[in-house]
């Protein structure tokens, strides 16, 4: 007798996932926030990276993304604002952004994205995790 393949999905073992809010705070009114959380310091702010992304609407100078993952671990999250709607974060001709960005855990960058581990935090959260939108 044949044996019917399992169903798509997690693995029995590794449960439902877990859902992981960050509030991204000090954001210009309009257009959405995009945002990704990683997991692997490699693959940290780099396309197609992340595990998990997000789009939300900006309101009241504040927007809430959700992501799912899998399992539990260390994960930092980016973010952008897109302000003018085209789906991508503006840039000068120096490569310095020109619409807002933010870093799970408040970190700042100068003149890259700051190290994986200065935004990871654990999952599941044991605190509120934020993010503040620097322009």
Same mark, same amino acid.
């Given at each position: 007798?044949?044996?019917?393949?399992?169903?798509? +999905?997690?693995?029995?073992?590794?449960?439902?996932? $877990?859902?992981? &809010?960050?509030?991204?705070?000090?954001? @210009?009114?309009?257009?959405?926030?995009?945002?990704?959380? *990683?997991?692997?310091?490699?693959? /940290?702010?780099?396309? +197609?990276?992340?595990?998990? =992304? !997000?789009?939300?609407?900006?309101?009241? @100078?504040?927007?809430? !993304?959700?992501? &799912?993952?899998?399992?539990?671990?260390? *994960?930092?999250?980016?973010?952008? @604002?897109? /302000?003018?709607?085209? +789906?991508?974060?503006?840039?000068? %001709?120096? +490569?310095?952004? =020109?619409?807002? $960005?933010?870093?799970?855990?408040?970190? &700042?960058?100068? %003149?890259?994205?700051?190290? %994986?581990?200065?935004?990871?935090?654990?999952?599941?959260?044991?605190?509120?995790?934020?993010? =503040?939108?620097? *322009?």
């Amino acid at each position: 007798m044949a044996q019917v393949p399992a169903p798509p +999905g997690p693995a029995p073992d590794q449960g439902p996932p $877990y859902l992981v &809010s960050i509030l991204v705070k000090g954001l @210009h009114i309009g257009g959405r926030v995009f945002g990704g959380i *990683y997991r692997d310091a490699e693959l /940290w702010t780099e396309e +197609g990276g992340a595990v998990s =992304t !997000c789009s939300v609407r900006v309101r009241a @100078h504040q927007a809430i !993304c959700t992501f &799912s993952v899998l399992r539990p671990g260390r *994960y930092a999250a980016a973010f952008f @604002h897109d /302000w003018d709607g085209d +789906g991508v974060i503006d840039k000068n %001709f120096l +490569g310095i952004p =020109t619409e807002g $960005y933010a870093f799970s855990r408040d970190v &700042s960058a100068v %003149f890259s994205a700051p190290a %994986f581990g200065r935004a990871a935090f654990d999952v599941p959260l044991r605190s509120v995790v934020s993010a =503040t939108m620097r *322009y």
